[in-house]
């Protein structure tokens, strides 16, 4: 396969996993998006206190973009 439509972090994810890092070198992607969309955190409404937990990660989510190491981590998982 040539081309394939995806996220950036599901591509990465895959790639990271399944090619050597000489391999790796040879992806790309363009920087238009496809299409844009947000990404979600699914939490079971069976699992007690989910709301809770769903604050704490959001509270926990905007720490990170404030500090600038959200952006990093991302760009160290890109670079890999």
Do not use: C, V, W
């Amino acid at each position: 396969m040539d081309i394939t439509p995806s996220s950036i972090a599901t591509a990465y994810y895959f790639i990271n996993k399944l090619f050597t890092k000489e391999e790796r070198a040879l992806f790309t992607y363009h920087p238009r998006a496809i299409f844009d969309s947000e990404m979600y955190m699914l939490i079971s409404k069976n699992i007690p206190d989910a709301q809770e937990l769903a604050d704490s990660f959001d509270q926990g989510l905007r720490k990170l973009k404030k500090s600038g190491r959200y952006d990093q981590i991302i760009a160290e998982f890109l670079s890999q």
